[in-house]
C-alpha cells in the first residue's frame, strides 16, 4: 500500500500542469515585455532577473536524457508493482491453510488438505515435506527441506533485487551523464552567452537530479519490497514448520505403537544348573539374573462392535467400539487404525486412533443429513489384511416432520364438480427428507364440498415420497371451498382453497 501511494504521488508531481506560473525570483529588477524564453526559464536582456516555469516545464531543460531515465524509473515501477501483487496474491491464496489446524490431523487429512491448494509458496513447501515424509519414512530431513526451500526463495528475492538495483544505479549514472553534457554545451561553443550557459547548466542540474530522484525511489520501492517480502517468508516458514513437527508427533506415535513392551513369561526357567565354567566366571555375583522372553503380539483382527442398523439422519451415533485382537483373540494394545467415512456425508470426531490396553478405541460418527444408506471404515494402518479392517453400514431415515407443502392448491371448478387435480401434500424433516407413515388430516371448513369418496374429513399415512394425494368435489352452491390440512402431532397446518365458479345463464 504504501508503494502504490509513493507511485501515485510521483506521478501526480511530474504530470502536473500548473495554470497560472508560480516564479521564483531575483529580486534586483523587474522582468520587463522584452524577455527571451526558453523551455521552463525566462530571463531579462540584462541577465539580472531569472524566472522559473511550472515543474513540468523546467523538467524539459533536462533535454533528451530525461527520457530514458523516465523509461528506466517505469520499468522499476512495472517490476516492483508485479512482485507486489504475486505476493499479495500469494498470501491471499494461502490463507485456508495456514489458519487450519494442523495438530489434530493425521496423514491422511494433511495429504487431502495440501492436494487441494492451490499453487503458492505454503502449498509448494508443505506438499514438498509430505511426499519426502511418505516416500522416506523418517522426519531427519525435513528440516533441511525448509531451510533449503527458504534459501530458494530467498535467491529468487536476489535477483530481483539485483535488477532492481541495476535500474537505480543506471538512472544515477544518466544523471552524471547529462551533467556532463550540459558541461560540453556550456564550454564546446566557445561563447559564453547567457542562453547557452543556462541551457547547458539547466541540461546538467536537472538530468542530474532527475537521475537522484528516480534512483532513490526506486531503491526505496524495492526495500519496501523486501521487507514485505522477508515477512511473508517467514509466515510460510513457521506454518511449515508447523506441519513438520506435527509429522515429527505421527513418526514418534508410529514407533511407540509398533515397538513390543517386553513381557515376562509366567513360564521362564531359572538358570540354577550351571556349568562349572560359568560359575567361575560369575563367582561374585550374589544373586543370579532371570532370563525375559520378550514375545511380540501381532494384531490379527479388526471388529466394530455395535447392533445399531438403522438412524434417524443428522443424528450422533457416539462411543462406537473398535477392537483389535491377536489370533487368539487376547486384546492388542497401542494399534493404531484409521477410520473414514466412506458412505454419506457423515463426520468422525476423530480419524485416527489407537487401542488402549483393552485392544478397544471409541469414536462417534456424525451422520449425514441425506436419508438413505451411510457407511464407515476402520482399518489397521499399515496393513492390507481384510481382518484388520472392516465396515460399519447403517440405514438413516428421514426424522420428525418439520415442513408440510401443499400443491394443486388454489383450484377453481364448477360447483359439485371434481377438482381436475387431486390434493397433495408433501411431508419432509428438517433436511428436507421425505417422512413415510406420517398421519395427515384433512377436514373441510368452509363449504360442503367431500374429499374421496363423499368424505368431510379423512387421515392419510405418507407413502415413501412423503406424499398423500386425494381427490376434491366443491361444494353444489358457488363460493369458496376450505381443507385444513395438519400434522396434529408436530404442531402444522396449512390450508386448501377452491373456487365454484358461478355458471352464467
Same mark, same amino acid.
Given at each position: 500500500m504504501r508503494i502504490r501511494i509513493f507511485i501515485m504521488l510521483l %506521478?501526480?508531481?511530474?504530470?502536473?500542469?500548473?495554470?497560472?506560473?508560480?516564479?521564483?525570483?531575483?529580486?534586483?529588477?523587474?522582468?520587463?515585455?522584452? #524577455?527571451?524564453?526558453?523551455?521552463?526559464? &525566462?530571463?531579462?536582456?540584462?541577465?539580472?532577473?531569472?524566472? $522559473? =516555469?511550472?515543474?513540468?516545464?523546467?523538467? =524539459?531543460?533536462?533535454?533528451?536524457?530525461?527520457?530514458?531515465?523516465? =523509461?528506466?524509473?517505469?520499468?522499476?515501477?512495472?517490476?516492483?508493482? &508485479?512482485?507486489?501483487?504475486?505476493?499479495?496474491?500469494?498470501?491471499?491464496?494461502?490463507?485456508?491453510?495456514?489458519?487450519?489446524?494442523?495438530? #489434530?490431523? !493425521?496423514?491422511?487429512?494433511?495429504?487431502?488438505?495440501?492436494?487441494?491448494?492451490?499453487?503458492?509458496? $505454503?502449498?509448494?513447501?508443505?506438499?514438498?515435506?509430505?511426499?519426502?515424509?511418505?516416500?522416506?519414512? !523418517?522426519?531427519?530431513?525435513?528440516?533441511?527441506?525448509?531451510?533449503?526451500?527458504?534459501?530458494?526463495?530467498?535467491? !529468487? %528475492?536476489?535477483? %530481483?533485487?539485483?535488477?532492481?538495483?541495476?535500474?537505480s544505479d543506471t538512472a544515477g549514472a544518466l544523471g552524471l551523464l547529462g551533467t556532463v553534457w550540459g558541461m560540453f554545451i556550456v564550454f564546446s561553443s566557445g561563447n559564453l552567452e547567457k542562453e547557452i550557459i543556462l541551457t547547458g547548466m539547466g541540461i546538467a542540474l536537472l538530468t542530474t537530479l532527475l537521475g537522484l530522484i528516480v534512483s532513490i525511489a526506486l531503491n526505496f520501492a524495492s526495500t519496501l519490497t523486501q521487507g514485505y517480502f522477508m515477512k511473508r517468508l517467514d509466515q510460510v516458514k513457521s506454518k511449515a514448520e508447523e506441519i513438520r513437527f506435527r509429522l515429527l508427533e505421527i513418526e514418534d506415535r508410529r514407533k511407540t505403537a509398533k515397538t513390543p513392551k517386553p513381557v515376562t513369561n509366567s513360564n521362564h526357567a531359572v538358570l540354577t544348573g550351571l556349568d562349572s565354567d560359568l560359575n567361575n566366571h560369575n563367582q561374585n555375583n550374589s544373586e543370579q539374573e532371570d532370563v525375559e522372553v520378550v514375545e511380540k503380539v501381532e494384531p490379527a483382527y479388526l471388529k466394530i462392535h455395535s447392533d445399531l442398523r438403522e438412524a434417524t439422519a443428522g443424528s450422533n451415533l457416539k462411543d462406537i467400539k473398535v477392537s483389535v485382537t491377536d489370533k487368539n483373540n487376547g486384546p492388542v494394545q497401542n494399534v493404531i487404525f484409521y477410520a473414514s467415512v466412506v458412505d454419506g456425508n457423515g463426520k468422525l470426531d476423530k480419524t485416527e486412533l489407537i487401542t488402549d490396553s483393552s485392544g478397544n478405541a471409541y469414536l462417534n460418527w456424525r451422520l449425514g443429513q441425506l436419508a438413505g444408506r451411510q457407511a464407515i471404515e476402520a482399518k489397521v494402518d499399515g496393513s492390507n489384511d481384510s481382518a484388520l479392517s472392516q465396515k460399519f453400514i447403517v440405514q438413516s431415515t428421514a426424522g420428525e416432520?418439520?415442513?408440510?407443502?401443499?400443491?394443486?392448491?388454489?383450484?377453481? =371448478?364448477?360447483?359439485?364438480?371434481k377438482l381436475k387435480?387431486? $390434493?397433495?401434500?408433501?411431508?419432509?424433516?428438517? *433436511?428436507? !427428507?421425505?417422512?413415510?407413515?406420517?398421519?395427515?388430516? $384433512?377436514?373441510?371448513?368452509?363449504?360442503?364440498?367431500?374429499?374421496? *369418496?363423499?368424505?368431510?374429513?379423512?387421515?392419510?399415512?405418507?407413502?415413501?415420497?412423503?406424499? &398423500?394425494? &386425494?381427490?376434491?368435489?366443491?361444494?353444489?352452491?358457488?363460493?369458496?371451498?376450505?381443507?385444513?390440512?395438519?400434522?396434529?402431532?408436530?404442531?402444522?397446518y396449512e390450508k386448501y382453497q377452491a373456487m365454484g365458479q358461478e355458471v352464467l345463464a
Open positions: %506521478f501526480v508531481m511530474l504530470l502536473q500542469d500548473v495554470t497560472a506560473q508560480n516564479t521564483d525570483t531575483i529580486p534586483d529588477g523587474t522582468i520587463d515585455t522584452t #524577455t527571451t524564453e526558453m523551455d521552463g526559464l &525566462i530571463f531579462s536582456d540584462d541577465g539580472e532577473e531569472v524566472a $522559473l =516555469g511550472n515543474f513540468w516545464d523546467l523538467i =524539459g531543460q533536462a533535454g533528451p536524457i530525461r527520457y530514458p531515465i523516465f =523509461g528506466i524509473f517505469l520499468v522499476g515501477v512495472f517490476l516492483i508493482s &508485479i512482485k507486489t501483487f504475486d505476493l499479495i496474491m500469494d498470501k491471499r491464496q494461502a490463507v485456508n491453510l495456514e489458519t487450519a489446524s494442523v495438530q #489434530t490431523m !493425521n496423514l491422511n487429512e494433511l495429504f487431502d488438505m495440501v492436494t487441494v491448494q492451490t499453487d503458492h509458496m $505454503l502449498s509448494r513447501i508443505s506438499s514438498t515435506i509430505l511426499n519426502v515424509f511418505n516416500t522416506s519414512k !523418517n522426519t531427519e530431513n525435513l528440516h533441511d527441506e525448509v531451510v533449503n526451500y527458504v534459501q530458494f526463495q530467498q535467491d !529468487n %528475492f536476489g535477483t %530481483f533485487r539485483n535488477r532492481i538495483d541495476f535500474l416432520p418439520k415442513d408440510l407443502a401443499l400443491k394443486a392448491n388454489n383450484q377453481s =371448478g364448477l360447483p359439485g364438480k387435480k387431486p $390434493l397433495v401434500a408433501v411431508v419432509k424433516d428438517e *433436511y428436507g !427428507n421425505p417422512v413415510e407413515g406420517c398421519n395427515v388430516h $384433512l377436514e373441510i371448513t368452509t363449504g360442503n364440498g367431500k374429499l374421496g *369418496y363423499g368424505k368431510e374429513s379423512v387421515v392419510l399415512p405418507t407413502n415413501r415420497e412423503g406424499q &398423500i394425494s &386425494i381427490s376434491f368435489t366443491l361444494d353444489q352452491k358457488p363460493g369458496f371451498n376450505v381443507v385444513d390440512v395438519s400434522i396434529k402431532k408436530a404442531g402444522i
